[in-house]
């Protein structure tokens, strides 16, 4: 699409959006910037937007009128009323991911998935990096796309961690490599149902061709239901055994078409969801040229990844864990069965409309307790009581506080909150900074 001589719209003032806006005026676009809250609520957009010479003005219905193309942020709902308005009047309504899409140079692998992204994605930069590959990273973690534009290079590879945000307005970007590692029912709020959901994920499919590649998990009917949806070649990856073609587990050992490579336990990452993540990032990492052998070493020395299932810090003999990235009930399971027992787990936030019942069970035979935290308390309460002794907390400072004044060494205080953190967080991040500052200032009072 060319966008000089248009007047273009970026609608919502966060990282992403800041990042069209400099790239869109970087190639001569004048733009104009809107959000919800004004700019003086805006600190770190006001020195971006003058830095590209873009407008701003609050968010309102007129603001959308004389706009002949839309770009949004991924926390833009796509059917606000005023962009179903522009798509009626012929405007296009496009998303930050499919603008860098167009824009950057070099293939892309993209990766998404309901849990697992940002470690999968963080690690098949790492594989490739270590193999020698020319890479960089981003989308959904670290730089946003459209910011990784200007160090795109058409002999480096662009390995991008995509929502379901964003995807769900593409329509010519093109990944090279896609990766879908698993999908269970998330951002039900926002999506309403998980048939759109899946579909908003499939989209990084749909545009692939015959030269390209889908990596899928053989274990998840969704996935396997993205292998029909797609001309790509399919490679799969396994936790139950051989696939073909793809990499699977098997007596201990990371296998790929009947070549072990890797031990499973030299990855040093915590719980077996986290040998299926490195499965799915082994597997782009090869397709994209590395060696086997390349990625076996790699995968050995990976550091993880903050705020999933990260180790704070033992006091008193008890163990703290920082998985604040566990944001719906899928994977909050899979942080509890990366424990033995002995767990006394926070649970809360911004409900996102999924049951927390299949919580239920795990927890009652691995949980001390439950430290109910944020809105959605009442709720988790309620289809979790009988299950688990419930503690009403209201904070996690108050979570942490009563945990630690029950938990007996050789114990494990786990953040797996199974909820957004828009309650009472600017966003994930800063809850399991929250979390780590807590367990910091408990060591230091002790």
Request: aromatic share 6%; glycine share 10%.
């Amino acid at each position: 699409m060319e966008y000089a001589g248009k007047r273009v719209l970026v609608v919502g003032m966060g990282r992403s959006g800041l990042a069209a806006v400099e790239l869109l005026a970087g190639q001569g676009v004048r733009v104009l910037a809107t959000d919800e809250k004004p700019l003086a609520e805006l600190p770190q957009a006001a020195p971006a937007l003058a830095r590209a010479g873009a407008d701003f003005r609050v968010q309102a219905p007129a603001v959308f009128e004389q706009a002949e193309v839309i770009v949004i942020s991924p926390g833009v709902p796509a059917d606000l009323p005023e962009l179903e308005q522009a798509r009626r009047r012929g405007v296009p309504v496009i998303g930050e991911m499919e603008l860098a899409g167009q824009l950057l140079r070099g293939p892309i692998i993209g990766i998404t998935g309901s849990n697992g992204k940002t470690t999968t994605t963080a690690l098949t930069g790492h594989l490739l990096r270590a193999a020698g590959i020319p890479t960089q990273v981003g989308g959904n973690i670290g730089a946003a796309a459209c910011g990784m534009v200007a160090a795109s290079r058409p002999e480096q590879w662009n390995v991008l961690e995509l929502s379901s945000f964003q995807l769900e307005t593409v329509a010519s970007f093109r990944a090279a490599i896609g990766v879908a590692l698993n999908v269970t029912p998330d951002h039900l709020d926002r999506h309403h149902d998980f048939a759109a959901y899946a579909a908003a994920k499939a989209r990084l499919f749909e545009r692939q061709t015959e030269q390209d590649y889908a990596v899928l998990n053989a274990g998840d009917p969704t996935c396997g239901e993205y292998s029909r949806r797609t001309r790509a070649r399919v490679y799969w990856f396994s936790l139950e055994g051989p696939v073909k073609p793809g990499m699977y587990l098997k007596d201990g050992r990371l296998w790929c078409e009947g070549r072990a490579f890797l031990e499973a336990r030299h990855i040093p990452l915590r719980g077996r969801h986290n040998i299926e993540n490195t499965l799915a990032a082994a597997c782009a990492a090869q397709l994209a040229g590395a060696s086997l052998e390349a990625v076996a070493e790699a995968a050995a020395s990976f550091p993880g990844v903050e705020h999933r299932l990260e180790f704070v810090a033992r006091a008193g003999g008890v163990d703290f864990y920082n998985d604040s990235k566990a944001t719906n009930v899928d994977a909050t399971l899979k942080a509890l069965d990366a424990f033995e027992g002995g767990l006394w787990v926070i649970l809360g936030g911004k409900d996102k409309g999924a049951p927390y019942t299949p919580l239920a069970e795990p927890l009652r035979s691995k949980a001390r307790a439950v430290l109910l935290i944020g809105a959605a308390a009442p709720v988790i309460a309620e289809q979790l009581r009988g299950a688990v002794p419930l503690i009403e907390s209201g904070t996690l400072e108050g979570a942490v506080r009563a945990a630690v004044r029950q938990a007996a060494p050789g114990e494990v205080i786990l953040l797996a909150p199974a909820c957004a953190s828009f309650d009472q967080f600017d966003n994930y991040e800063h809850r399991g900074r929250e979390f780590k500052r807590l367990v910091q200032q408990l060591g230091e009072t002790s």
